[in-house]
Nanobody, 121 residues
Framework: QVQLVESGGGLVQPGGSLRLSCAAS????????MGWYRQAPGKERELVAA???????NYADSVKGRFTISRDNAKNTVYLQMNSLKPEDTAVYYC???????????????WGKGTLVTVSS
């Protein structure tokens, strides 16, 4: 079994910064893409940013230039540095990871339980 645990959410003023972390643990042989999604009240979950095992990144247009995704493969951890935060960034942020448990095992998708980010003055 694999667990993803997010941390780093909280309340921040507009223009402020937060750094989210998500650590994967359990039966891990390798990790493919890792990403962050968010879901605001009354809205569907959306992709914020993703990063491949090789370091290629992809961002939602709404966060380009403000958010940076990175990963530490040795720690099975993905980060999301969020700068110049806006009230519309308020949401529950979820970590997602494609994990391979063994050399002959197909990859499976795992989700964290989410961490709340609130941007408000």
């Amino acid at each position: 079994q694999v667990q993803l645990v997010e941390s780093g959410g909280g309340l921040v003023q507009p223009g402020g910064s937060l750094r989210l972390s998500c650590a994967a643990s359990g039966s891990i042989f390798s990790i493919n893409a890792m990403g962050w999604y968010r879901q605001a009240p009354g809205k569907e979950r959306e992709l914020v940013a993703a990063i491949t095992s090789g370091g290629s990144t992809n961002y939602a247009d709404s966060v380009k230039g403000r958010f940076t995704i990175s990963r530490d493969n040795a720690k099975n951890t993905v980060y999301l540095q969020m700068n110049s935060l806006k009230p519309e960034d308020t949401a529950v942020y979820y970590c997602n990871s494609g994990v391979v448990a063994g050399p002959l095992t197909p990859g499976m998708d795992y989700w964290g339980k989410g961490t709340l980010v609130t941007v408000s003055s």
